[in-house]
T-cell receptor, first 114, second 115 residues
Framework: AQSVTQLDSQVPVFEEAPVELRCNYSSSVSVYLFWYVQYPNQGLQLLLKYLSGSTLVESINGFEAEFNKSQTSFHLRKPSVHISDTAEYFCAVRRGNRDDKIIFGKGTRLHILP | EAGVTQFPSHSVIEKGQTVTLRCDPISGHDNLYWYRRVMGKEIKFLLHFVKESKQDESGMPNNRFLAERTGGTYSTLKVQPAELEDSGVYFC?????????????FGSGTRLTVV
C-alpha cells in the first residue's frame, strides 16, 4: 500500500521569501506523485505532477517539485511567495499505470505573512 | 469542457436525517471517485466507480453510506441516517479510463454539517 507524509501542518513565511513544503511517500511499486492546492473556499486543483522522466517538474505559477527516489521525497518549492499563494497544499501518490485511487497526505497550510 | 459539478455546495441536516449528495463528472470520464475530508484530518478515499460498477469501495465507512452511479453518468452518495461524525467536505473526482497519467479533476465539494 502507498502512504504519504506531510510533516508540517502549517508553514508561515514572509511574502517574497522562499518556501519548501515537505512530502515523503512510501510504496513498494512505482508511483505517480502529485501536488494539489486548495485555495480558500475553492475545490482541489492539480498544481503539478511527476509521472516519469525529468525529476524536476514545474507549475505555471512558479512552484516546482523534485522527485527524489532514494529519499522517497517530492518536496514542493517556490523561490518567492506571494499573498495569493495562501492555500492548503496536498501531496498525493498513486500507483503508476493504473486507474487507481489517489492517496493524500494530511495537507500543509501555507500562511503568507505581510 | 465543463468541470466536475457537485451539489449541493452546502448542506446542514439534523442527526438521523437523510442526505443525498450528487456528483456530475466530466462527460466521457468513466472513472469517478468519492473522497471525504473530516475537519482537521486528511482527505480520505471512499470509493471508485468505473462506469456504473464499483471498482473499489474499501473506504466506505459503514453501511449508512450508499453510493450509486446508474447509467454510468452522474453519481449520488446517500447518508442514511446521518451521524455527527459524518460532517465534513465530500469531494468527487473523475478521470478518463486508461489514461493513468491523468491527475483527476475534482469538484468543489459538498460541505455537510450534521447537527
Amino acid at each position: 500500500a502507498q502512504s504519504v507524509t506531510q510533516l508540517d501542518s502549517q508553514v508561515p513565511v514572509f511574502e517574497e521569501a522562499p518556501v519548501e513544503l515537505r512530502c515523503n511517500y512510501s510504496s513498494s511499486v512505482s508511483v505517480y506523485l502529485f501536488w494539489y492546492v486548495q485555495y480558500p473556499n475553492q475545490g482541489l486543483q492539480l498544481l503539478l505532477k511527476y509521472l516519469s522522466g525529468s525529476t524536476l517538474v514545474e507549475s505555471i505559477n512558479g512552484f516546482e517539485a523534485e522527485f527524489n527516489k532514494s529519499q522517497t521525497s517530492f518536496h514542493l518549492r517556490k523561490p518567492s511567495v506571494h499573498i495569493s499563494d495562501t492555500a492548503e497544499y496536498f501531496c498525493a501518490v498513486r500507483r503508476g499505470n493504473r486507474d487507481d485511487k489517489i492517496i493524500f497526505g494530511k495537507g500543509t497550510r501555507l500562511h503568507i505573512l505581510p | 469542457e465543463a468541470g466536475v459539478t457537485q451539489f449541493p455546495s452546502h448542506s446542514v441536516i439534523e442527526k438521523g436525517q437523510t442526505v443525498t449528495l450528487r456528483c456530475d463528472p466530466i462527460s466521457g470520464h468513466d472513472n469517478l471517485y468519492w473522497y471525504r475530508r473530516v475537519m482537521g484530518k486528511e482527505i480520505k478515499f471512499l470509493l471508485h466507480f468505473v462506469k456504473e460498477s464499483k471498482q473499489d469501495e474499501s473506504g466506505m465507512p459503514n453501511n449508512r453510506f450508499l453510493a450509486e452511479r446508474t447509467g454510468g453518468t452522474y453519481s449520488t452518495l446517500k447518508v442514511q441516517p446521518a451521524e455527527l461524525e459524518d460532517s465534513g467536505v465530500y469531494f468527487c473526482a473523475s478521470s478518463p479510463r486508461g489514461v493513468s497519467n491523468y491527475g483527476y479533476t475534482f469538484g468543489s465539494g459538498t460541505r455537510l454539517t450534521v447537527v
